[in-house]
């Protein structure tokens, strides 16, 4: 699980086997249940090449649900009790997560006194922070070469500089759009920064949609025009009321049946008319 390059994994596999060789149900099971199917789900050599921002397990989901098990106590409860409980349970995870935020925004640790942290404080999470002190420590032994680095894997899973990106900095600040926009979400409020507008822009799909529209026939042009106003003016409508109202109590009546309609006779065809009325 810990193998850090797909070059490398299946060396792993072979001393893998050796080792348990004692025991083949075992290596089989392993072999044809985990490795074979799922490898690229937990091995690292294939993890460390997909922004997942630390959560590799479901540690934080079996936290909320033993949370909920100790508001709840017992499994007799009404529905009024246990809304009560979900609701408090919210409410204190929700206010552990402003605290965060809080000492994110204010609280400033020695550390980062430094010019590098200079455009960061304030405006990233002390998580991210942390991560980054431990990058720049690798910066010496590290420098610009990425082999060295080990695939900038802090890059790839949390969005944020590794060692040999931040020695391209030098001696001067970190820029704040080097870090994921994740990092910078220290509030509930949908606030936009010059980051998150960026990359919600919606510049590069209207220039797709303009050159389709170009090449559609008349019918594609009209259902192209007909969605593009429905998300425009989402006021409007193209359904209306009834002209006529409508009858929503009681039966529908029925006209009775008149001895034409209940005949089973053919209906005349013109021939026979024209030689009924000229005999």
Same mark, same amino acid.
């Given at each position: 699980?810990?193998?850090?390059?797909?070059?490398?994994?299946?060396?792993?596999? &072979?001393?893998?086997q050796?080792?348990c060789?004692p025991?083949?149900?075992?290596?089989?099971?392993v072999?044809?249940?985990?490795?074979?199917?799922?490898?690229?789900?937990?091995?690292? +050599?294939?993890?460390y090449?997909?922004?997942?921002?630390?959560?590799?397990?479901?540690?934080?989901?079996?936290?909320?649900?033993?949370?909920?098990?100790?508001?709840?106590?017992?499994?007799?409860?009404?529905?009024?009790?246990? *809304?009560?409980?979900?609701?408090?349970?919210?409410?204190?995870?929700?206010?552990a997560?402003k605290?965060?935020?809080?000492?994110s925004?204010?609280?400033?640790?020695?550390?980062?006194?430094?010019?590098?942290?200079?455009?960061?404080?304030?405006?990233?999470?002390?998580?991210?922070? &942390?991560?980054?002190?431990?990058?720049?420590?690798?910066?010496?032994?590290?420098?610009?070469? /990425?082999?060295i680095?080990?695939?900038?894997?802090?890059t790839?899973?949390?969005?944020?500089?590794? +060692?040999?990106?931040?020695?391209?900095?030098? %001696?001067?600040?970190?820029?704040?759009?080097? %870090?994921? %926009?994740?990092?910078?979400?220290?509030?509930?409020?949908?606030?936009?920064?010059?980051?998150?507008?960026?990359?919600?822009?919606?510049d590069?799909?209207?220039e %797709?949609? +303009?050159?389709?529209? /170009?090449?559609?026939?008349?019918?594609?042009?009209? &259902?192209?025009?007909?969605?593009? *106003?429905?998300?425009?003016?989402?006021?409007?409508?193209?359904?209306?009321?009834?002209?006529?109202?409508?009858?929503?109590?009681?039966?529908?009546?029925?006209?009775?049946?008149?001895?034409?309609?209940?005949?089973?006779?053919?209906?005349?065809?013109?021939?026979?008319?024209?030689g009924?009325?000229?005999?």
């Amino acid at each position: 699980m810990d193998c850090d390059i797909v070059e490398a994994f299946k060396d792993r596999v &072979n001393a893998f086997q050796v080792v348990c060789s004692p025991w083949p149900i075992f290596v089989d099971y392993v072999m044809a249940t985990w490795w074979r199917p799922h490898k690229v789900k937990f091995v690292k +050599a294939w993890t460390y090449k997909v922004i997942h921002l630390g959560n590799t397990t479901s540690n934080r989901v079996e936290a909320a649900h033993w949370s909920l098990k100790r508001m709840l106590q017992n499994s007799t409860g009404d529905l009024c009790f246990c *809304w009560d409980s979900i609701n408090k349970m919210i409410i204190l995870q929700h206010n552990a997560i402003k605290a965060s935020f809080q000492k994110s925004l204010h609280v400033v640790g020695h550390r980062f006194k430094v010019t590098a942290y200079k455009n960061l404080l304030g405006f990233v999470s002390k998580y991210a922070l &942390n991560l980054i002190v431990e990058e720049l420590d690798r910066v010496k032994s590290v420098g610009f070469d /990425k082999n060295i680095c080990g695939g900038c894997t802090l890059t790839c899973t949390h969005g944020l500089p590794c +060692a040999c990106q931040l020695a391209l900095f030098g %001696v001067g600040s970190i820029p704040l759009k080097s %870090v994921h %926009v994740i990092w910078t979400r220290l509030s509930f409020e949908d606030i936009a920064t010059e980051q998150c507008s960026s990359e919600l822009s919606i510049d590069k799909e209207f220039e %797709v949609i +303009a050159k389709r529209f /170009k090449e559609l026939d008349v019918a594609g042009k009209l &259902n192209i025009k007909t969605k593009l *106003w429905e998300i425009a003016f989402p006021e409007k409508t193209y359904i209306y009321a009834p002209h006529d109202k409508v009858k929503t109590k009681g039966v529908v009546k029925i006209a009775r049946p008149t001895k034409f309609t209940r005949s089973t006779k053919r209906i005349p065809s013109y021939f026979e008319h024209v030689g009924f009325l000229h005999s």
